[in-house]
């Protein structure tokens, strides 16, 4: 597992067990990004390609290599065109920078334990600015 991905699920694992939420690390509100940037840039996602939790699917860079990404957390892995629903699932919910929204939310769930898609700072976005 790569050390980016390490600091992306030790940063969100506080708020596993939160349901549909716009929580998020400390660090969120110093980040120069948004999540509807990451919605637009969401639509350029291969809708077929399946992503796993812990892997960075979009990242807005910090100058220091610090930064946010959406990630997939739990045992759900997911592909682009989930991804991007998810992720408007999020904005809709009032969401402006951080926050998880559990996958089976577009059910009506809103259970963490099938997997969430997050939205947070993490340490390092292992060079990835835009589509990972």
């Given amino acids: 597992m790569r050390p980016s991905t390490l600091l992306a699920l030790a940063s969100a694992v506080g708020y596993a067990a939160a349901g549909v939420n716009c929580n998020g690390s400390s660090n969120c509100a110093g980040l120069s990004f948004s999540l509807s940037n990451f919605v637009q840039l969401s639509q350029q996602l291969d809708e077929n390609r399946i992503y796993r939790p812990g892997e960075h699917i979009i990242c807005a860079e910090g100058a220091f290599g610090n930064g ?34 559990p996958v089976d939310a577009t059910q009506g769930g809103n259970d963490d334990g099938n997997g969430i898609l997050t939205v947070n700072a993490v340490g390092s976005t292992g060079g990835c600015n835009g589509i990972c």
């Fill in 68 to 101: 946010a990404c959406a990630f997939l957390q739990g045992n759900s892995a997911e592909n682009g065109h989930f991804v991007k629903i998810l992720l408007q699932d999020l904005l809709n919910y009032g969401c402006k920078k951080c926050g998880s929204i």
